[in-house]
């Protein structure tokens, strides 16, 4: 089974269907915007942001998949094969997809009635940062540098992550400040809890 963590951004420009090209395009990321408040249970909630160069490891990778939400049965088209491509703008992570011809036409419809507007990947990271809030009280996670993206594409439904590998990166971090003396008595609280597996 798969491990990894998936992501979810939306709005009303993010994901679009080209009926001049038959294609899908979107975005599944976002750089240099904070995320919404995500949440874990080891870590409880935080704040994410994704570097500009954080895919630039990965975007030769030619088994990357475009699935409509994240169902290996509804393959929208494959890196490898020619019929999907992704890349990096200023804005984000992009996908583009020609539609297959003799289906997925439900997806295609409920795109252009803006049923579906989001888009969500699917990830493992091999560099990230954690750093206290400097507008919240709120954890900070910076994505540096992906590892894998297994898939990304429109979806219907937020996707919410497994947390496994936020939450070992976190304890990482924790653990590296625990004797900060700058730290505010609302973080040490958390640094306690944290270790007592009590979570707030």
């Not at 599944?28 to 904070?34: E, H, I, R």
């Not at 750093?131 to 429109?154: H, I, N, Q």
């Not at 971090?173 to 707030?200: A, H, P, Q, T």
């Amino acid at each position: 089974m798969r491990t990894g963590e998936l992501r979810y951004v939306e709005g009303a420009d993010l994901v679009e269907y080209k009926p001049e090209g038959r294609s899908i395009f979107g975005y599944g990321a976002v750089f240099d915007k904070p995320s919404q408040v995500l949440y874990s249970r080891e870590v409880g909630d935080f704040i994410e942001t994704i570097d500009k160069r954080a895919f630039d490891s990965v975007l030769q990778d030619p088994y990357i998949m475009v699935l409509a939400n994240h169902d290996k049965n509804m393959v929208l088209g494959r890196t490898g094969a020619g019929t999907a491509k992704v890349g990096v703008d200023e804005r984000g992570f992009w996908y583009d997809v020609t539609d297959p011809p003799a289906s997925r036409a439900d997806i295609v419809e409920s795109i252009q009635r803006r049923d579906v507007f989001g888009s969500s990947f699917g990830f493992e990271i091999e560099e990230e940062d954690w750093s206290r809030g400097s507008k919240t009280a709120l954890p900070e996670r910076r994505l540096y540098k992906f590892r894998k993206v297994f898939d990304l594409g429109p979806v219907s439904y937020p996707a919410y992550m497994d947390t496994s590998a936020a939450a070992r990166s976190y304890r990482s971090y924790m653990d590296s400040v625990r004797e900060n003396d700058g730290l505010s008595n609302l973080y040490k609280y958390k640094i306690k809890l944290f270790e007592n597996s009590i979570i707030i």
